[in-house]
């Protein structure tokens, strides 16, 4: 069966970096259109990444320059590799399947000095 399991989340000062691995299973990983999404507390859920087979890749504005997403076929694992972290970046982060609708567990980021 597919699945996503999310890694590298934490506790970060502002300015800090963090770099989030998804190891996926169950499926040919390098078909597939991998997304970054995350939740705030009390906000809408918010799409923050995708990355297409080619490894075309597109950006929330909220994080363009910033956070970057990336593939390693080999591995079967996206990365999310967010610098000059800041506080409103704080949120659950999951790695999304779109095709299917399949969602890892999610992982906390939190930025806070």
């Known amino acids: 069966q597919v699945q996503l399991v999310e890694s590298g989340g934490g506790l970060v000062q502002p300015g800090g970096s963090l770099r989030l691995s998804c190891a996926a299973s169950?499926?040919?990983?390098?078909?597939?259109?991998m997304t970054w999404y995350r939740q705030a507390p009390g906000k809408q859920r918010e799409l923050v990444a995708t990355i297409t087979r080619g490894g075309a890749t597109t950006y929330a504005d909220s994080v363009k320059g910033r956070f970057t997403i990336s593939r390693d076929n080999a591995k079967n694992t996206v990365y999310l590799q967010m610098n000059s972290l800041k506080p409103e970046d704080t949120a659950v982060y999951y790695c999304?399947?779109?095709?299917?609708?399949?969602w890892g567990q999610g992982t906390q980021v939190t930025v806070s000095s």
């Open positions: 999304v399947r779109t095709n299917g609708g399949f």
């Open positions: 169950g499926f040919f990983f390098a078909n597939y259109i």
